[in-house]
């Protein structure tokens, strides 16, 4: 009677939480800051990732602010400089560790009262992430 009874609490608990989080899990639609988008509308015309930062331009016109900034990043390099000479530990040798510098640019787009705020991210000119937010 009391594992019966332990089961029940445990199952019951269980439903709760799922239906707790089921009714209070954030919106499935893009629409919140901590999500990005894949593309964005600009009047008839829409802007995906990988577009270039002079067809955004083209397509949504000036934005309201920018910034932009120099990144330094380190890269793991696998390329090979030895590869005339081809033996058996350069295969499982441990990769370079270069810099590599990104020009980093935020595009901001103020939609006024009735629409969000749109945040476009462009790494060496080309769109790579979309933010909407307040």
Sequence with gaps: MRLKLNTLFFYSAVALISINCFLYS???????????????????NIVSLGDRIYEVR???????????????????????????????????????LTKKY??????TYRGGNTRFTRYLIFENSILQEIYIGN
């Design 26 to 44: 954030p919106p499935l639609h893009g629409q919140t800051s901590d999500s990005p988008l894949s593309s964005l509308r600009c009047g008839s």
């Design 58 to 96: 083209e397509f949504c016109g000036a934005p309201d602010y920018t910034d932009r900034w120099l990144e330094e990043r380190i890269v793991r390099d696998f390329s090979n400089p030895w590869a005339k000479r081809r033996r058996k530990f350069d295969r499982a040798r441990q990769p370079f």
């Design 102 to 107: 990104v020009t980093v640019e935020e595009w």
